[in-house]
């Protein structure tokens, strides 16, 4: 398994993924006006994981610039269908991964990954390239499944469903850890949230600054 079988995994699935329903709606607005909230009119976004481009359509329209990327093709290609019906001129989405983007000067002010970290292969590396293309002082915003504090039987059935082509590469941590790796990486925590609205999801919202 690597990241290319990864790619594949939701480029077969995108199409059944677009046509889900969010499952806890309140909780997801609560996230966007929070993050809203946090970026600026001046400031250059970097969004990961970006799926079908849903949430990067919602924040475009509030920065300056916003680059949303995916590692799969058939989400971004649903994405630029969703920006070919509602263009925002500031959005361009691409298909890439963090490992893939080049830190120059011209760095982002705010990186964001939604429902992203708890599907890299490699945590540490992953937060330490969001680091480097991160400004001075930038924000890491993020909220992540976190896959070791959910029900036990979640953790048991996920392997079997990778085996059989029914479920992504998924990492099993706890919040705790994750905190710890992103303090690792460089980054100091600001805030650790819950957005959900229909009990405890285990989805940590994080703002971090890049120390």
Sequence with gaps: MSIASDARFWDR??????????ADKAGYERTLDRTRALLGSSDRVLELGCGTGTTALGLAGYVQGYLATDISAGMIAIANEKYAA?????LVFRTASAEALTPDAAQFN???????????????????RIHALLAAKGLFISKTPCVGDMNPLIRVALPAMRVIGKAPYAAVFRAADLSQHICA??????????HATKGNDNRPYIVARKR
């Excluded at 509602?86 to 500031?90: E, G, L």
């Design 86 to 90: 509602s263009p925002v001129p500031a």
């Design 13 to 22: 699935t995108s199409r059944k993924y677009a046509m889900g329903a969010i």
């Design 185 to 194: 990486a460089g980054f100091d925590i600001l805030a650790t949230e819950s």
């Design 110 to 128: 705010a990186v964001l990954g939604f429902n992203y970290l708890h599907l890299v292969r490699d945590l540490p590396g992953t937060l330490r």
